[in-house]
C-alpha cells in the first residue's frame, strides 16, 4: 500500500462519555506524531463541525494540556445527533463534505462514536469511494450502551458499569441504615440493550446490590414486579431493585411512557422518570418507604470514578486506527478482541467492517438473564468484571478535578 | 477528677454520611484501648438498640476489619430516627435506658448524629445527673447538613461537598456538548440550611459549574428564576442550576410541594422531585430541551469520592469525644475549631455545652450568597475548599469497594 499524505479530522458524536476523549487523546497524539498525516483537525461537534468549516488546529494545542483529555469526561470537540441522508436520496451534505475535504486535503477521516456514528462513517466512506475521492475512513467505537456489533464491549461501558456498581453498593449501604422497611428502585440507562442494569448486579456480587434487576431484553410484566418487590420486602423489610430505563411491556410500550395507560392502571403523572413512578406503585402496593433514584447523566460521565482499563483501551482504540489508516485499512471500525481466562484478561484491537458495526444492536444473551427475568447469572459477571480493572490517579487541583483546557483555535487557512 | 471505670455504648442516629462510620472507629479504637472503659458497646439502630437491649459487643471484631470503617459509608451499626419524650412528660424510655445502662454498668455514652441525637444526648444526660446515675455524655457531630451549632463545620459535609462538587463539574462537561440548547437544573439536599447546594459553587469557582445557586436562605420567587435562567440561556444557549431541595417561597411553603398551589399556576403534577419539576417548568416558558438530575442518597453515600479531611476529622471527633469524657468531661458536644488563613488550615477539637448544639439549625449567612440571591460569594468558596482536599486510598477489591464486614455479636451476658 502506497502511503498517502494529507490531512486529517478526527469528530466525536453521540452521547458523550468518560472516556470517549481518551481515544480522540489517541487519535490526535498518534495523528500528530506521524510522517504521514500532515495536519490534524479536529471536528467542532462532529459532523457539523466538517458541514460548517468549523475545524480546530488540534497542532496549536499544549501537549501536556492535551494530555489531559485521557481524564476529561464528556467529548472535548463537542458532539451532535446529526444524521446523514440515504446519499442516493440527498447528497447535499455529501457534497458539503467532499469540498471541505478537498478544501484541506483531507485523507483521514476519523469518527468517535456508537451506532449512528459508525452509520455516518460508513456512508461517508462509501460515497467516497463512489466518487473517487481517497480518503481512508475509520470509526473508533463509543458507547455506554455496549450495543455496538462486532467488538467483545465498547470503550466507555466499562468506566459507566464501574460507576453504577460503585453507587449501588454505597446506595445499598445508606438504604439498608433504618430499622424500618425501605424499598430502593435505582433507574440506569440503556434503552434498548441491558448491558448498563445488569452491571448493577456486580454490586450484588460484591455483596452489596440490588435484590433485584430488569433489563429491556425481557418482556416487563407490571404484577410479576410487584409480586417480586413484595415478596423480598416482606421477608426482609427492604428490597433494592435496579431497572432499566428501557423495560418494556410485551407489546412493546415502554414502562415509563405508560403512565396513563389503561393496562396498567396505575394513571401516574410523571415527571421524575422510571425510579420514581415505579417507587411510587410499590408505596402505594405495599405501604412501604420508597425512595426512586435516577442515576441519570452521573454515570457516563463521572471520570473520577473510572475504570483505569477502560481509559487504556479507549486510548488503544484511537491509536490503532490511525495507524491501521495509515498501513492502508479504511471502511473499518476498530474493535477489541478479547480472551478471558480466569485472572488473565487480554484485550487487543481487530478491524470489522463498518457494515457490520452500523445499526445493529448488540443485546444481553438471554441466557445471562435468570430465567425469571429479575437477575443476573454468573456469565454476566465473567463479562464485564474485568472491564472494570484498574486504579486511576486523576489530576486534581484543589482536590477538584483538573480537566482538559483547549485553545481549540479554529482553522482559517487552506 | 477521679477515674470512672465502666462499659460505653457508642450509638449512631439520624441519616448517615459517608464519614459516620469514621466517628464510630474513632470511638470504637480509642474505647477500646482504653483502661477505665471496660467494654465497648455498640448500640444496633442508634437509641433503639438501648431501649431493646441490642447491643453489640465490639471487642468481638477483628481490629483489622474494624479499620475499613473509616471508609465505609452509611451506618455500620444501624440507624434510628426515634425521638426521646420530654422526661417531664413522660420519662418511660429513659427508665428503660438507665436500667440498661445498670444492666451492663455503663458509665459512658457517645451519640454520633445531628441536631436531633445532639438533643438526645442532652436529654439523656440531664436524666441521669438528675436521678445521680454517674454516666458521662458525649455527642459526636455528624451530618452532611453542615446545620449543627457550635462548630465550624460537621464531619460529613466535607465529603458531600466534594461529591457535589466534583459531579457538578463532570455534569457540566457533559451537558454542554452538543450544539444545542440545554439546561439542566441539579436538585442538591439540604430541607433548611443551604451548605450542600453552596458547595456546587465550589464547580463554578472551578471552571465547570452551575450558572444560578438558589439556597432556602433566600425566598424563592418563580418568575425571577424563570427570568434568571432564560437571560443565561437567551444569551449562551445553555443554562446549568443548582438548587437546594428547601427553597421555599416567601410564605414559607416548599416549592417541591407547592405543585397545585394557585400561586405558581404550574399544577404540575410530581414524583420525581423539585429537579424534575423545574426543568419542565423552563421547558414551557422556554421551550429548551431540559434535564432535571437529583443527586440524591448518592450525595451522602459516596465515599469513594470522600474528602480524606474530613474522613480524618470525623475520626478526630469520635476519638476527641473517648478523651475528653475519660478526661472527666460530660455534657458536651465535640466541636472544631478551625482557623484559615490562607493555605495554612488547621482544625482542632473544642467542646460546646450540648444545650447550645441541639435544636439550633445553622444558615449560610446573607452576605455570602449574593444580593440578587441567586449565587454565591468568595468567602463561601474559601470556608469550603478547605474542607475537601485530601486524597484517599479507598480499599478495594476487584476495583470495587471494600467495606467492613462487622460481625455484629449481640452482649448476652451481664
Not at 171 to 197: F, K, N, P
Not at 208 to 225: A, Q, T
Not at 289 to 296: C, D, F, Q, W
Not at 318 to 324: C, I
Request: hydrophobic content about 40%; glycine content about 8%.
Amino acid at each position: 500500500m502506497s502511503e498517502l499524505k494529507g490531512a486529517c479530522i478526527i469528530g466525536q458524536s453521540g452521547g458523550p462519555t468518560a472516556v470517549i476523549n481518551s481515544s480522540a487523546l489517541g487519535v490526535i497524539e498518534t495523528a500528530l506524531d506521524c510522517g504521514s498525516i500532515t495536519r490534524v483537525l479536529g471536528a467542532a461537534h462532529g459532523i457539523r463541525g466538517v458541514l460548517d468549516d468549523k475545524l480546530y488546529d488540534m497542532s496549536q494545542e499544549d501537549r501536556e494540556e492535551l494530555k489531559l483529555m485521557r481524564y476529561t469526561p464528556s467529548s472535548a470537540l463537542g458532539s451532535c445527533r446529526y444524521k446523514l441522508a440515504d446519499p442516493d436520496v440527498d447528497d447535499t451534505d455529501y457534497k458539503r463534505i467532499l469540498e471541505i475535504f478537498k478544501k484541506y486535503d483531507v485523507r483521514y477521516f476519523f469518527y468517535n462514536g456508537g451506532n449512528d456514528s459508525m452509520d455516518t462513517c460508513n456512508k461517508i466512506s462509501k460515497y467516497m469511494q463512489k466518487v473517487g475521492y481517497e480518503c481512508r475512513v475509520m470509526g473508533v467505537p463509543k458507547t455506554i450502551d455496549n450495543d455496538l456489533n462486532g467488538t467483545d464491549h465498547c470503550p466507555g461501558f466499562s468506566s459507566a458499569a464501574k460507576f453504577i456498581a460503585t453507587s449501588c453498593m454505597e446506595v445499598h449501604r445508606d438504604a439498608h441504615v433504618y430499622d424500618t422497611g425501605m424499598v430502593t428502585v435505582v433507574e440506569i440507562m440503556g434503552r434498548h440493550a441491558g448491558w448498563l442494569a445488569g452491571s448493577a448486579a456486580l454490586a450484588t456480587w460484591a455483596g452489596y446490590g440490588p435484590d433485584l434487576i430488569y433489563l429491556p431484553e425481557v418482556d416487563f410484566d407490571m404484577d410479576k414486579f410487584i409480586a417480586d418487590v413484595t415478596a423480598i420486602y416482606n421477608k426482609t423489610g427492604k428490597c433494592m431493585v435496579a431497572v432499566s430505563e428501557g423495560i418494556h411491556y410485551a407489546d412493546g410500550r415502554f414502562v415509563s411512557e405508560a403512565k396513563t395507560s389503561a393496562t396498567d392502571g396505575f394513571g401516574h403523572a410523571q415527571l421524575g422518570g422510571l425510579a420514581a413512578m415505579l417507587a411510587e406503585i410499590i408505596k402505594e402496593k405495599t405501604g412501604a418507604k420508597v425512595r426512586g433514584i435516577e442515576l441519570s447523566l452521573l454515570q457516563r460521565c463521572a471520570s473520577h470514578c473510572a475504570s483505569a482499563r477502560d481509559i487504556n483501551e479507549a486510548y488503544m482504540a484511537g491509536q490503532a486506527a490511525v495507524e491501521a489508516a495509515v498501513a492502508g485499512e479504511t471502511d473499518k471500525m476498530v474493535a477489541f478482541d478479547v480472551t478471558r481466562d480466569g485472572a488473565n484478561y487480554t484485550c487487543t484491537t481487530a478491524l470489522k467492517p463498518l457494515d457490520i458495526c452500523a445499526n445493529f444492536e448488540k443485546k444481553v444473551p438471554r441466557e445471562w438473564i435468570n430465567a425469571e427475568g429479575n437477575g443476573i447469572e454468573q456469565p454476566f459477571i465473567d463479562y464485564v468484571l474485568p472491564l472494570i480493572q484498574g486504579e486511576l490517579n486523576v489530576p486534581q487541583e484543589n482536590s477538584l478535578p483538573r480537566f482538559a483546557k483547549l485553545k481549540k483555535v479554529l482553522t482559517t487557512e487552506m
